[in-house]
């Protein structure tokens, strides 16, 4: 018995086309993988199976009920993990929990063998707020008020962008252990290990189905998009030997918890620096001090020459930052985006004229300056506020997980980006969790704790620690914190 049928359904906006006659069934109790490139249709094709919009041709069916005709009787039977943050940060774990509960007639009581395996490892956190938390708890927390009302079928669309690769492995042990249950789940991720733990995969791409069958037949068979080849950008990449980032002893610590706890590192002019840790690691807050946006406890540090304790604002005129969240403002188009952040950062209109039509044909843009930044690919408004980050040429750039959620092909054009910056000598200070992203470094440093625990080029500490990659590398060091993830 199929769980899921979608018969040539088609979705339109305007004269996008985001859904073209997709056909695709989904077994009971299967584990099935929705992938494809930025604005390939996966979402829509998710709001449609969850009642949320309707196709205007074609027809779906969720546990044998109508998607438009018997959109209650789905809603009762499907749980749901948009790919933004589902939850509401306002309220605690437990009140989250209770309001999902009480959505679908229920109680935390009734459905707490649901969700008990996972619920029992955030339990202690109850009374805190959801916004509080960090990324592996999060995804915690939305697959409790997923599961609590005990849905037949579960629908994630990409749940698991900005998790560390260790909490990654451990959501979808998860997932394994719900269809012991027979619970039917589709899901879709931008990870190529988390697609091969699908059972089968259907490829979506600019709003058609291209491809259905095992993991490795679909990325084999569009490897060009799934697998392109990597980068080597070492040898032609000079990268200076003078430090523009030099830190010692630095510390930040909220009350008695230390999130950064005595860290020292120097980074020179025109590196490729990763600087990976698992979520709660203390990376973002060791980035915040860098970058001026908070002020350290004790030690100190120096970024392009500038204290970061006396002189953080000369600091934010030399550096570019893209954060994790997207930088850019979605209601401007991108012409007016990027001439509002060069007057920002000080350039004169002649030169922000000059610099836009080069960053335009750069990017390959200049047929869209005009489009609002809102309605673009999610791949290309990455491209476009890291070049935005960049466009007054600073020492140094921060990139706080820039490539979350994005296909492969799509983050191999991003970090060629990296390149071209870092081979005009700009430092690229970068966090990711992408391991493969993390062997394009110059040098890596890894965070458990609060503490670098490990630091070298990818090769160095691949052979220090007797790791094939830098994935099992990550992970060796992450499974030996002692402090909660958040």
């Known amino acids: 018995m199929n769980a899921i049928e979608v018969n040539h359904v088609s979705k339109s906006y305007g004269t996008v086309k985001a859904l073209d006659d997709v056909s695709f069934t989904v077994g009971k109790g299967e584990v099935f993988g929705l992938i494809g490139p930025d604005g390939a249709g996966k979402t829509s094709m998710y709001r449609i199976l969850c009642t949320l919009l309707k196709p205007q041709q074609g027809t779906a069916t969720v546990d044998g009920f109508d998607t438009v005709r018997q959109m209650n009787d789905i809603r009762r039977r499907v749980g749901y993990m948009p790919g933004k943050f589902s939850l509401y940060q306002d309220l605690t774990v437990q009140e989250n929990l209770e309001f999902f509960a009480t959505l679908f007639g229920t109680t935390v009581e009734q459905g707490y063998d649901s969700i008990r395996a996972i619920y029992s490892q955030i339990e202690r956190f109850k009374d805190r707020k959801a916004g509080a938390l960090s990324g592996g708890m999060k995804q915690k927390l939305a697959l409790c008020c997923a599961l609590v009302y005990q849905p037949s079928v579960l629908f994630l669309d990409e749940p698991t962008t900005g998790v560390d690769p ?13 269809k012991e249950r027979d619970i039917t789940i589709m899901a879709s991720t931008p990870y190529l290990d ?16 291209k491809g259905i069958g095992t993991p490795d037949e679909i990325l084999n068979r569009f490897a060009d998009i799934f697998n392109p080849p990597g980068l080597d950008h070492l040898q032609s990449i000079k990268v200076e030997d003078e430090n523009v980032i030099e830190v010692e002893h630095l510390v930040k610590a909220f009350g008695s ?12 002019r025109g590196e490729i620096f990763g600087f990976l840790g698992a979520n709660g690691a203390g990376k973002t807050t060791a980035m915040h001090m860098l970058t001026g946006l908070n002020q350290p406890t004790s030690g100190t540090g120096r970024v392009a020459g500038y204290d970061i304790r006396t002189q953080h604002e000369q600091v934010k005129k030399h550096i570019g930052y893209m954060s994790q969240r997207f930088s850019l403002y979605e209601d401007l188009t991108v ?4 001439r509002l952040f060069g007057g920002i950062y000080g350039m004169n209109d002649g030169d922000i004229a000059r610099k836009t039509e080069e960053m335009l044909d750069r990017l390959q843009f200049t047929n869209h300056k005009n489009d609002l930044v809102g309605s673009l690919p999610l791949g290309w408004k990455q491209k476009l506020a890291f070049s935005v980050s960049i466009f007054h040429e600073p020492d140094i750039v921060f990139l706080d997980e820039p490539t979350g959620g994005v296909d492969p092909a799509t983050r191999r054009q991003f970090w060629e980006l990296i390149y071209d910056a870092a081979g005009r000598g700009i430092t690229v200070f970068v966090t990711t969790h992408y391991m493969d992203e993390a062997e394009y470094c110059d040098r890596i440093s890894i965070m458990v704790d ?5 630091m070298g080029t990818p090769d160095e500490l691949k052979e220090r620690f007797n790791q094939p990659d830098m994935d099992h590398v990550f992970t060796y060091l992450a499974r030996q914190a002692t402090r909660s993830s958040d």
């Open 335 to 338: 012409a007016e985006n990027i």
């Open 166 to 178: 260790v909490s990654r492995k451990e959501f979808w042990d998860m997932l394994e252990a719900l």
């Open 450 to 454: 609060g503490k670098i625990s490990a």
């Open 257 to 268: 918890f230390h999130a950064v706890d005595d860290i020292s590192f120097t980074v020179k």
């Open 194 to 209: 988390e697609v091969r733990r699908c059972e089968r995969v259907a490829f979506l791409n600019q709003g058609q189905i």
